[in-house]
């Protein structure tokens, strides 16, 4: 990730680009209930208990790095212009706490491991330790400069009550559709009046598929196979933590603010290589009773050949060896090598898009 510029005058901090979408989120409400970056007390309280210092849910922490050459200045600042790459002002905030992480700790604590092979945990060893938090006031102007997709959470509840939906489920991935996806898309449709389908656009590690990818293999799917007055794509505009269940709560927090009442936590939810059990973000949200949206646990789909069918474990009477995985590592494997998923996997219209952009080097993060 990149970290926060120092090349400004006093009172005024060129921020990162992760930095830019968090205090858009913060502004839009999508980080609701935060209304600005977190102190050392709210830091500590997340990290350690998984809510906030009022008491509400909340499993990320959501912070401003500094430079170390910055601290003594802006432990003067009572307030600071936030701007961008560009020197456009974003925002102001009201400086209340500059502090110091423990990186060792607290990794830990987040991902469950300090292992600089996890991505998660090497971006966040790529920031600076030097944090302030405060409340974020909106700039004056508006910063419109993203894709078409990033609806705000006023404007999603607006398009939910347009549609008369009542129950929504939200459906977050950071892969392009696949037969296991549509699976429980389907599922959730049957148990809610209208889907969210919010996959997410920030920062990824390299190797995984491109947010044009996504959203390309996502638009094909509503134009041609899914009822379109019952499906809303979006995308929500932050990084990937790659940090299994804390983010799969962190995720259903979200969703909530966008107005909708269910949530899908799938298998290895926000998970990476074999960090974390299968269900193991199941049974952290579930520990939750204050979400104030409803979790949807759904097992793992996979393909049978017996059945000729997307099953789960608890659908399909057959053995494992009867099952073939159906996931995004799979089809990245795939389509890594310029090759089309099997059809079990993927539908081809879906992979012929993404192998036309894999052909244009513009399938995968670099």
């Given amino acids: 990730m990149e970290t926060a510029g120092s090349n400004m005058r006093s009172g005024t901090l060129r921020i990162s680009a ?27 309280t997340v990290i350690d208990h998984m809510h906030t210092i009022s008491g509400a849910p ?17 432990r003067k600042n009572n307030e600071i212009e936030l701007c961008d790459g560009d020197g456009i002002l974003m925002a102001t905030m009201d400086v209340e706490d500059v502090f110091r992480v423990n990186h060792d700790n607290d990794m830990s604590k987040i991902f469950g491991t300090n292992d600089p092979a996890h991505p998660g945990v090497t971006s966040q060893l790529m920031r600076s330790v030097w944090r302030i938090g405060g409340k974020v006031r909106t700039a004056p ?7 078409k997709y990033s609806l705000t959470p006023t404007q999603v509840k607006r398009l939910i009550r347009e549609n008369g939906w009542v129950t929504v489920s939200a459906f977050h991935s950071r892969n392009p559709v696949h037969r296991g996806h549509e699976y429980l898309h389907r599922l959730a449709m049957e148990m809610t009046d209208g889907l969210f389908l919010q996959p997410i656009s920030g920062w990824k590690k390299r190797g995984d598929i491109s947010l044009e990818g996504i959203i390309r293999a996502y638009e094909l799917m509503v134009e041609e196979f899914y009822p379109r007055e019952r499906v809303l794509l979006g995308s929500l505009d932050t990084a990937v933590w790659y940090a299994g269940p804390r983010e799969a709560v962190f995720h259903a927090i979200v969703r909530r603010n966008y107005g909708c009442t269910h949530f ?16 193991e973000a199941q049974q952290l949200a579930r520990e939750f009773v204050d979400l104030g949206i409803e979790i949807l646990c759904f097992s ?15 659908t399909c009477g057959h053995g494992e060896a009867d099952r073939s995985d159906v996931s995004g590592t799979e089809v990245r494997a795939f389509l890594s090598k310029g090759q089309r998923p099997p059809e079990r996997i993927m539908r081809p219209e879906v992979a012929d898009v993404l192998l036309g952009l894999y052909r244009e080097g513009r399938l995968f993060e670099t």
């Fill in 300 to 314: 793992g789909p996979s393909y049978c050949g017996l059945c000729d069918a997307v099953v789960t474990k608890r």
């Fill in 58 to 74: 909340w499993t990320l922490p959501i912070t401003l790095e500094i430079p170390e050459e910055r601290v003594p200045d802006l």
């Fill in 141 to 147: 102007t508006s910063h419109g400069d993203l894709q």
């Fill in 264 to 279: 899908i936590v799938g298998r290895d939810h926000a998970g990476v290589s074999s960090y974390y059990g299968e269900y």
């Fill in 18 to 44: 992760q930095a830019r979408l968090d205090v858009v989120n913060i502004r839009e409400g999508v980080f609701s209930p935060l209304e600005g970056f977190m102190t050392e007390v709210d830091y500590r």
